[in-house]
């Protein structure tokens, strides 16, 4: 009989895991059970689906279940949630959530992939209607067919998916507030970076407020009216929207006795098997690995998803590939302003031991007498006594992605400021300086470090 891998949660990781695997070994039975309706969705597209730039949810549908049986012969069932995991009878119970009965399946291998949850923060009345998440497509449906009747919204967190959803909110022409208990946006930014942020929202007519708690959701009738803060002011609203993080969702992991580590996340060891020799685990149920600290970290991107899933799916066919860990490597955009970061911020780097410096520069992100150019703002953080870099973050234009990841290179390489600024890299008016932000940044980095 053929080997039968069963995969749970039928997304970036699981899905990734499960073709990896079937291309790997052609004749292995494949099952993905999946809870929601959907599979292979690109849950970043979200926000972009929630304020109207994409039309239609399926346009952020890579492949669906059809199409995996007819061009991967993998089965994918969608509305199958599992319940339990037997490691010793090597079975799952799994519940058909549109009937009610629940079945149970064996395997030989298997991969968990159930990704995040969102976390629920103790707020009274967060559990009335009128709270709303974005995590996945049916979240993304039920917000989007809110904002259209609706006018105000409050979001609860100032991180990426909750600006990206402000953005789109914004644009979709509704009232847009965003509460972040932190003293500033995005917080392992540079302060300067958070505050051209958080200006940059201001300006698009977005009520952002900093340092600043939600104590209460105000409901009538059981339906969010609004918030109050700790402050005591109370601001109405038609919909909150909680992007206050997620965590990994590791239930059925713990139930099944495997290892947890950092807030929950499933241990993996570099080939992504988990405590038990026939399960491998990948994406945002994991706990992760810092590249330059070798520490535990857990920082849930569809990138790092995306690779763990290929690896896991490459390893359960008998294969000994590793994941050499995370920088923790992320752009986003906010209007006009692209923000992207890598590596140690300052805080960290000085948390883990590091005599740190961190040099900011701005320069325009082509010749100076090419219409169209914008400034880049890069920040380095260097290891004084190695000259090695350590994290870098940027914001500006679009290019600000390409540096930041020329500086996700050098990291991975060790590289020092020194050698960065011998790098040989592009020149041509339209498109980058003589000198390149990142060789000027590089060069005050070395400057410094010998002051
Ligand atoms: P998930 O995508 O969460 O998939 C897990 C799947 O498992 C889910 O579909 C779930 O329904 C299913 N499942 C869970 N439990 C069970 C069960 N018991 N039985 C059956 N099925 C189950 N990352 C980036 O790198 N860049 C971005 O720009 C970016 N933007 C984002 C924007 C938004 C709005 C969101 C929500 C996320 C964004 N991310 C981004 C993060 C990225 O989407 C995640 O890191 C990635 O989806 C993780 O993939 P995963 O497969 O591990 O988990």
């Not at 090597?90 to 079945?103: F, G, I, P, Y």
């Not at 960290?348 to 961190?358: L, M, P, V």
Request: charged residues 20%; glycine residues 12%; hydrophobic residues 40%.
């Amino acid at each position: 009989m053929a080997e039968k891998l069963i995969v749970i949660g039928g997304t970036a990781a699981g899905l990734s895991a499960a073709s990896r695997a079937r291309k790997e070994k052609p004749d292995m039975e494949i099952q993905v059970f999946e809870k929601s309706g959907f599979v292979s969705y690109g849950a970043c597209g979200l926000p972009y689906f929630v304020g109207g730039l994409i039309h239609d949810i399926n346009d952020l549908v890579a492949i669906n279940a059809e199409s995996l049986k007819s061009r991967r012969n993998i089965s994918a069932w969608i509305h199958h949630e599992v319940l339990l995991i037997d490691p010793e009878k090597k079975e799952v119970s799994v519940k058909n959530l549109d009937t009610d009965q629940v079945s149970i399946h064996s395997y030989d291998k298997l991969v968990i992939a159930t990704g995040a949850v969102p976390v629920v923060p103790p707020i009274p009345g967060i559990h009335s209607d009128g709270v709303y998440y974005l995590r996945n497509m049916e979240d993304g449906i039920r917000l989007k067919a809110a904002a259209r009747e609706h006018g105000r919204v409050c979001i609860i967190g100032g991180g990426a998916i909750g600006l990206e959803a402000a953005e789109e909110l914004r644009n979709a022409g509704l009232s847009v507030s965003v509460y972040e208990q932190f003293p500033r946006l995005l917080p392992f930014l540079d302060n300067a970076f958070s505050q051209a942020l958080e200006d940059t929202l201001i300006k698009h007519g977005i009520n952002v407020r900093t340092g600043t708690q939600i104590a209460e959701i105000l409901s009538e009738n059981g339906k969010a009216s609004g918030i109050r803060t700790a402050f005591g002011e109370s601001e109405p609203s038609d919909i909150i929207l909680v992007s206050a993080g997620v965590k990994p969702a590791g239930a059925l992991a713990e139930q099944a006795g495997l290892a947890l580590g950092l807030k929950g996340g499933i241990i993996v060891d570099d080939e992504m098997r988990t405590s038990h020799k026939d399960i491998w685990a990948c994406g945002d149920c994991v706990q992760m690995k810092n590249r330059i600290t070798g520490k535990p970290a857990y920082v849930p991107l569809g990138t790092t998803a995306n690779k763990q899933g290929r690896i896991a799916g490459g390893n359960v066919a008998g294969g000994h590939d590793t994941f050499k860990g995370i920088l923790g490597s992320m752009v986003t955009k906010v209007f006009e302003l692209f923000i992207a970061a890598t590596g140690l911020s300052k805080e960290q780097a000085a948390g883990e031991g590091y005599d740190a410096i961190s040099v900011s520069i701005t320069k325009a992100d082509r010749a100076s007498y090419y219409p169209g150019g914008r400034d880049n703002h890069i920040c380095l953080i260097v290891d004084k006594k190695t000259g090695r870099l350590l994290g870098a973050q940027g914001i500006g234009s679009e290019s600000i992605a390409g540096r930041i990841n020329v500086l996700a290179t050098a990291i991975t390489c060790g590289m020092t400021v020194e050698e960065i600024n011998e790098l040989d890299l592009v020149y041509a008016p339209p498109a980058a300086p003589v000198y390149d932000p990142i060789l000027i940044a590089a060069n005050q980095a070395m400057k410094k470090i010998t002051e």
